[in-house]
């Protein structure tokens, strides 16, 4: 807590900078005819004593005001207005290597020694201080849906009444484990007894409630709805209560029968196969959801809205040395001493409620149905290879999906990159636009053959289209960019019961905030990876791991929508890459043969002097 008040607050940036920033990401985006209307709202809105004026100024004295101007504004906008379900759209997955687990009682072992460290070490900063907040709000969260709105509850104050219970959903039950018996944490051996227990008590078909967890899949109005129905018993409110104030849940997942590629694995993270695999065996709400298969298809779902992928993978490679650090060294299981059971949870199910798990079923069987994943691993070469070339791994891979982007479609578009605010008072990200003007100038020199472009004026693109993403990640980084600031103008108007601005209304801003294209760097040092699903229906998800040798992708799109194809993206993806690392290398050479014969041709005279 001591650093959080030393960090800086997040600045607001200088108005015109945002605006000319804008205009220079959206310029080549839009028609010529509509780049023109959208300048003049954009100059209308920016002038001296303008509605820009007004509504920076208001944005300063919040900051002012608050720790972070931008935080609730970013909150709402990003996750809690969101009315789509959580599983794919939402909430992000980590894929952990397959475990060869021999029996379930290895499932359950891995499952118990997860159990046992889920408290993680509370500072692990090294360099530039960072907020540390997120990892507060890991265990302490929980999502409630809402009509209009949901509702993100944190209880980081509650270190005495902080929870002792995990929930532990198997064959989509629900049973509470609690995790402190007289005062003293369970150790590993205790938790394992209890796991079997529930295994155990799931088998029992006669006491087998119908999966709940599968309205929390729904569309966020649909499962507040649902909600809304299961409060009226009074033993769905008990139980709801004990999963709300849960420390996290453990899903031990029946096999998926499927074969363990990345692909699958990402998949059954992502979704849990719908409603004939594992998709109930879910609570979603919930921030942090451990996943066990019997078959060793294991990761972590996180919903995302208190806390970034970031500090998830910390959190799961945090737990997974842990685990691979840990020899067999399980007591035997006599030596557990008796604890009370297990509880199972119960439910109350009316009519209305098994029309909702009807409804929810169906569609998250939809959900499942639509998305085209496609994890690949880039083998040629990884950040290594970049970093030789003097250019930013990320702002180079950054301009490598542009160029796939762009042979797939011939043209950019609004793309998201998430930058890490938390140099920053309660910092999250704001976005890096990675569709640049420099970066299409160089995807056209590439893809275009008809033009003819030289390698040197392909590689001067290139290190232009590079530095040109670099700026704008280090603008973003320090509080620069241009998405927080604009939506925390457009935030303020509504404040005042001003009547939209124009420059909100324009169809290029409309146009710029949907996100075709949604990335996000997320760097494991664990054999693991990260997926995500797309944003907008005709988009693609594209998360990606950068190791020293080789780069995992994680793609995803919609089967539903006919312009987009995962494989066919990974394919242009792949060819890209190594089209790049073709031109570094024969720059190169050229310049390593340029600068040997001017050696040479110096050095004759000198050696003709001899
Ligand atoms: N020449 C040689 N090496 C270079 C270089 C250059 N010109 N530029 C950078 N490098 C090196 C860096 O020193 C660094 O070295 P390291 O591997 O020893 O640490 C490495 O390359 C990586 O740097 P870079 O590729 O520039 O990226 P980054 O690590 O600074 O990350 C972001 C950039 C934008 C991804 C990061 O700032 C960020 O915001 N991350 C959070 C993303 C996020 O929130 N994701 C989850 C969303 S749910």
Redo the contacts with the bound molecule.
């Keep these: 807590m001591f650093l959080y008040q030393v960090l800086p607050k997040i600045p607001v940036p200088p108005l015109k900078q945002t605006l000319d920033t804008y205009l220079k990401c959206v310029q080549h985006l839009v028609k010529e005819e509509q780049f023109k209307k959208t300048k003049t709202i954009v100059e209308k809105f920016g002038a001296q004593g303008g509605v820009g004026e007004i509504l920076q100024n208001k944005l300063l004295e919040r900051r002012d005001k608050t720790s972070n101007w931008v935080y609730d504004y970013w909150l709402e906008d990003m996750y809690l207005n969101n009315r789509l379900a959580l599983p794919v759209n939402s909430s992000?997955a980590m894929v952990f290597q397959t475990q060869n687990f021999r029996d379930h009682k290895d499932a359950l072992r891995f499952a118990a020694l997860l159990s046992v460290n889920h408290h993680l070490p509370h500072c692990q900063l090294a360099g530039t201080p960072l907020c540390m907040e997120q990892y507060y709000r890991l265990f302490t969260s929980y999502r409630y849906p809402g009509l209009k709105t949901d509702t993100l509850k944190v209880d980081i104050n509650a270190a005495s009444s902080a929870p002792e219970h995990m929930i532990i959903a198997c064959k989509n039950q629900f049973f509470v484990l609690d995790v402190v018996a007289n005062n003293k944490q369970l150790n590993e051996t205790e938790i394992l007894s209890q796991l079997e227990k529930i295994m155990k008590m799931s088998e029992n078909a006669e006491e087998r409630h119908p999966p709940f967890g599968i309205l929390t899949s729904d569309g966020r109005t649909e499962w507040a709805q649902a909600r809304e129905e299961l409060i009226k018993d009074q033993t769905n409110r008990d139980s709801l209560a004990l999963i709300e104030s849960s420390i996290c849940v453990v899903c031990l997942d029946e096999p998926c029968d499927l074969p363990p590629s990345d692909t699958n694995r990402a998949l059954m993270m992502l979704h849990g196969g719908g409603r004939e695999r594992n998709g109930a065996n879910r609570w979603y709400d919930k921030s942090m959801q451990f996943v066990i298969g019997m078959d060793g298809v294991c990761g972590v779902v996180c919903e995302?809205s208190p806390f970034?992928?970031?500090v998830?993978?910390e959190c799961s490679e945090f737990l997974m040395k842990h685990i691979t650090g840990s020899p067999s060294r399980m007591v035997q299981q006599s030596s557990a001493k008796a604890l009370p059971p297990p509880r199972r949870l119960l439910w109350k199910c009316s009519s209305n409620i098994q029309a909702f798990l009807r409804a929810s079923g169906e569609r998250l069987q939809r959900l499942v149905n639509n998305l085209d994943m496609d994890v690949f691993t880039f083998e040629a070469y990884g950040?290594d290879f970049?970093?030789?070339?003097?250019?930013?791994?990320?702002?180079?891979?950054q301009v490598a999906l542009q160029l796939a982007f762009y042979k797939c479609k011939g043209r950019l578009v609004s793309t998201y990159?998430?930058?890490?605010?938390?140099r920053f008072q309660g910092g999250r990200?704001d976005n890096?636009r990675s569709a640049l003007p420099e970066a299409l100038a160089f995807v056209k020199s590439m893809a275009d053959e008809r033009a003819g472009f030289t390698d040197s004026e392909k590689i001067k693109r290139l290190k232009e289209a590079?530095k040109a993403q670099?700026d704008y990640?280090i603008a973003?980084?320090t509080g620069m960019g241009i998405d927080n600031h604009l939506l925390g103008l457009l935030k303020v108007s509504k404040e005042l019961n001003m009547e939209k601005p124009e420059i909100f209304c324009d169809e290029t801003y409309v146009k710029s905030n949907h996100f075709i294209l949604s990335t996000?760097?997320?760097?494991t040092t664990v054999k693991m990876f990260?997926c995500?699903g797309p944003v907008v229906p005709n988009g693609y998800g594209a998360?990606y791991n950068?190791q020293p040798n080789h780069i995992v992708f994680s793609v995803s799109s919609f089967w539903e929508n006919t312009e987009t194809s995962s494989a066919v993206f990974v394919k242009a993806l792949n060819e890209g890459l190594l089209e790049i690392r073709d031109l570094c290398n024969r720059s190169a050479a050229a310049a390593t043969k340029t600068s040997e014969s001017s050696q040479t041709a110096a050095a004759k005279p000198y050696k003709s002097g001899k």
């Design positions: 992000p995302h970034e992928g970031i998830m993978v950040k970049i970093k030789k070339q003097k250019m930013s791994p990320d702002a180079f891979i990159e998430s930058a890490s605010l938390r990200v890096i590079v670099t990640t973003a980084i996000s760097q997320v760097p990260c995500y998360c950068p």
